[in-house]
């Protein structure tokens, strides 16, 4: 079983910073050595978008167009722990931000920001930025 429980949403004024967290707990079945963890954005009337993703075994990072610059992804040393730095916001950030888990090699690139490659979902938590 997989868990991902996010934290550190809030509201922001535009231009400036939020944190985001990602607890990731894993059962003993999931012994495969690739794992990845994105952060994907849901705004209103809009459909379901990834924004950062980290391989956990190699550090490795790949980025939405929309937020190189701007986000960063990271983990903890345990890697049981993702982070979203996210720096000058913008009002086109507002948005649900939910973490997702995927075991099992994916080919470096924009596979990596796609929805469907990532089974293991968090609730979500809400960003919001005022302009």
């Known amino acids: 079983q997989v868990q991902l429980v996010e934290s550190g949403g809030g509201s922001a004024q535009a231009g400036g910073s939020l944190r985001l967290s990602c607890a990731l707990s894993?059962?003993?079945?999931?012994?495969?050595?690739?794992?990845?963890i994105g952060w994907f954005r849901q705004g209103p009337g809009k459909e379901r978008e990834g924004v950062a993703t980290?391989?956990?075994?190699?550090?490795?990072?790949f980025y939405a167009d929309s937020v190189k610059g701007r986000f960063t992804i990271s983990q903890d040393n345990a890697k049981t722990t993702v982070y979203l730095q996210m720096n000058n916001l913008k009002p086109e950030d507002t948005a649900m931000y939910y973490c997702?888990?995927?075991?099992?090699?994916?080919?470096?690139?924009?596979?990596?920001?796609?929805?469907?490659?990532?089974?293991?979902w968090g609730q979500g938590t809400q960003v919001s930025v005022s302009s």
């Open positions: 997702a888990a995927r075991f099992g090699y994916l080919r470096f690139g924009p596979a990596l920001l796609a929805p469907p490659n990532f089974p293991n």
């Open positions: 894993v059962s003993s079945g999931y012994t495969s050595a690739e794992k990845y």
């Open positions: 980290i391989r956990t075994r190699t550090s490795d990072t």
